[in-house]
C-alpha cells in the first residue's frame, strides 16, 4: 500500500523554452486577502513544498512554477503565485502566456473559439489576457501587464574584470536592472550563458545594495534580475532584439522573458527608439520569439509609464503527479549550482 505524505497535482507546460509547472491541487489552503499576502503566507508557512515541487529530484535549477489560487478581486477569474529555485516572484509573462493556455485547454475556463478575455491576479495586480482560439486551441496569448516605467536611469557599476558598466532599472511587474550586453564585451548567446549568469548575479546583488527599489502602488520592493539586451535593429516598424535574463539565485529564463519584455517596450520608448505602432520582435538566448507593443501611456506616481502587449505560444508538455515519501531523507530537494 502506497502512503504519502503530499500528493500534488501538475500540468507541465512551457513558452518558448521556459518551463512553467502548474500546481492544479494538493496545497494546503494559502491564506490571505490579496495575492500579496498569500505570496508571503506561501514563503512563511510552506516554502518547503515550493522547494520540494521546484528543485532536484522533482524539479532542476531551471524550474519555474505557477500555483493557482481564487481571485481576491470580484471579477477575476483566478490568481497565480509564480515560483522558482529561490522562492516566490511578483508576477511573470511567460508564466501568464502558459496558465492561460492550460487554463482553456483543460477546461478550467470554458471558452468558445475567438478571443477569450481572461482576468488574473497576481501579486503586482491585475493582467488580463486574450486567448485566440480556433477549434478548441489556443494558438496565441496576450496580455495586457501592469504599467512598466523606467525607475532610474544611468545606474552604474563596477564588475570585477570589466569596470564600470550603466543600465537602466525598469518596473513591469518586477524590478530589473537592463544593459546593453557591449557594456560586458559579449553576445546573448549560449556558449556565454554561464559567464553572462556570473555578471548578471554580481551586477543584481551591487545594484540591490546600492539602491532601495519601492513601487509607488503595487508593494513590489525587491529587484529581480539583471537583462543583458541586444541593441535594436530597426526594419520599417519591427525593432529585432535579443536578450537574456538571469533572475531568482542564478536561474535562466529560456523564453524572452513576458515581463522583461514589456519592460524593454518602456525602456526604448522612453530612450525615443521606439515609438507608437512599432513592434518589438524579442528573441531568447535559444531563439523563441515574443512580440511586443504600446497600447497608451500612463502615470504611476511621478512616473511616466506605458500598458503594454506582450503576445507568445505555450505547449503543454506533460501531466504529473508529485508525492513526498515520508521515508523520503531529502523532502525539500536540494539544488547543486548550475543553470
Partial sequence: ?????????????????????????????????????????????????????????????GMYGCIIVPAVTEDGDFGVLFTHNEGLSSMCGHGIIAVTKVAIETGMIPAENGIKIVKIDSPA??????????????????????????????????????????????????FYVYLDVNEVGLKVNPENAEELVRIGMEIKNKVAA???????????????????????????NKLHTKNICIFAEGQIDRSPTGTGTGGRVALHYSKGEMKKGDILI??????????AKI?????????????????????????????LDPKDPLPEGFRISGS
Fill in 1 to 61: 500500500m502506497m502512503r504519502f505524505k503530499h500528493y500534488i497535482n501538475c500540468i507541465d507546460a512551457h513558452t518558448g523554452g521556459e518551463p512553467l509547472r502548474i500546481i492544479t491541487s494538493g496545497l494546503p489552503p494559502i491564506e490571505g486577502d490579496t495575492i500579496l499576502e498569500k505570496r508571503e503566507y506561501m514563503l512563511k508557512y510552506y516554502d518547503g513544498l515550493r522547494k520540494m515541487m521546484m528543485l532536484e529530484p522533482r524539479g532542476h535549477s
Fill in 125 to 174: 495586480g491585475r493582467i488580463t489576457a486574450y486567448a485566440d482560439i480556433k477549434d478548441g486551441e489556443v494558438e496565441k496569448v496576450r496580455f495586457q501587464n501592469v504599467p512598466c516605467f523606467v525607475y532610474e536611469e544611468n545606474v552604474k557599476v563596477s564588475i570585477d574584470g570589466i569596470g564600470e558598466v550603466t543600465g537602466e532599472v525598469v518596473y513591469c511587474g518586477a
Fill in 210 to 236: 546600492s539602491m532601495e527599489f519601492n513601487h509607488p502602488t503595487s508593494g513590489v520592493n525587491w529587484l529581480y534580475g539583471t537583462i543583458f539586451y541586444k541593441p535594436l535593429k530597426r526594419e520599417d
Fill in 282 to 291: 524579442n528573441n531568447s538566448v535559444i531563439d523563441t520569439t515574443m512580440e
Fill in 295 to 323: 497600447i497608451e501611456d500612463t502615470k504611476v506616481g511621478e512616473y511616466d509609464a506605458v500598458i503594454t502587449e506582450v503576445s507568445g505560444t505555450a505547449y503543454i508538455a506533460g501531466f504529473n503527479q508529485l508525492v
